[in-house]
C-alpha cells in the first residue's frame, strides 16, 4: 500500500491557498490510487520546536540523554518525524512564501529531516543523498511575482532553498505547483488557483 505524507505550513488556516492546493494535490493522487494512506502533519497548528544544542549533541554526536524528560521528549518527536518521511513514497508540501523564505515551522521539520546516516551521508566525495526514489510534491502560494525574469526573482529564496535541500537529500526532481500574485488583487487569486488546479489535475501516478 502506498504511503503519502501530507504537510502544510501555512498560518492562514482555512483562507491559506497552499492549503487548498496541497489538499487538491492529495485528492488527486488519491483518486488515481484509493489505496494511498495519507498521513497528514500540520506544522503550523502543531509546531516541531527548533533544534536545540542538546539534541545535536544527541543525535550527532551521540551524548547521553541522562534524565532530561523535556529532550527524551523532543527526540521522540524528531524520530517520528524523520519516521513519517523515510517510510512515505510520495511527500506532499503545502508551502507559503513569507518574507522571501519558507515559514519558519517548515524549516523546523526539515531540520529534523536532515540527518547524517539516514537521508544522507559524507563520502570522500562529499555528501550524497539517500532519497532518490522519493516523490516529493511542492504546492507553492507566493503573495507577488517571483519566477524567471520578474523584477522580484532575486528575491525568491523558497523555492530554490526547498530545490536545494532535497537535492541534498537525493530528490533531485521535485514536482512543483505554484499560485503566484495571489495578494495582488481578488481576480489574480482567481486565475491563479484556476490556473494551478489545473496543473494538479495533470498528475500522474509515479
Known amino acids: ?23 487538491a494535490v492529495v485528492a488527486r ?16 497548528a502543531q509546531p516541531i520546536p527548533h533544534l536545540s544544542g542538546k539534541y545535536v549533541g544527541v543525535v550527532r554526536a551521540g551524548l547521553d540523554v541522562g534524565q532530561d524528560a523535556a529532550l527524551k521528549t523532543d527526540l521522540a ?4 518525524v524523520l519516521e513519517e518521511f523515510l517510510t512515505a513514497d510520495t511527500v506532499v508540501l503545502g508551502v507559503a512564501q513569507y518574507n522571501f523564505s519558507v515559514p519558519s515551522q517548515l524549516k523546523a521539520w526539515i531540520d529534523r529531516i536532515a540527518v547524517p546516516g539516514k537521508t544522507f551521508r559524507y563520502t570522500e566525495k562529499g555528501p550524497e ?10 504546492a507553492l502560494a507566493r503573495g507577488g511575482f517571483y519566477g ?12 530554490s532553498y526547498l530545490r ?18 495571489v495578494n495582488i488583487s481578488a481576480r489574480q487569486r482567481e486565475v491563479s488557483l484556476k490556473a494551478a488546479q489545473a496543473e494538479i489535475g495533470t498528475l500522474a501516478i509515479a
Do not use: W
Not at 518527536?77 to 517520528?80: H, M, P, R
Not at 536545494?164 to 500574485?181: H, L, Q, R, Y
Open 77 to 80: 518527536l524528531g524520530a517520528n
Open 164 to 181: 536545494s535541500v532535497f537535492a541534498f537529500v537525493g530528490i533531485v526532481d521535485p514536482e512543483v505547483i505554484t499560485a503566484d500574485g
Open 129 to 138: 543523498g539517500l532519497l532518490g526514489s522519493k516523490r516529493v510534491i511542492i
Open 1 to 23: 500500500m502506498p504511503c503519502l505524507l501530507h504537510l502544510d505550513s501555512s498560518i492562514l488556516g482555512e483562507n491559506s491557498v497552499s492549503r487548498a492546493l496541497s489538499a
Open 148 to 159: 524567471p525574469g520578474s523584477p522580484a526573482e532575486n528575491f525568491e529564496h523558497t523555492l
Open 29 to 44: 493522487i488519491q483518486s488515481l490510487d484509493p489505496m494511498t494512506e495519507v498521513v497528514y502533519r500540520d506544522l503550523a
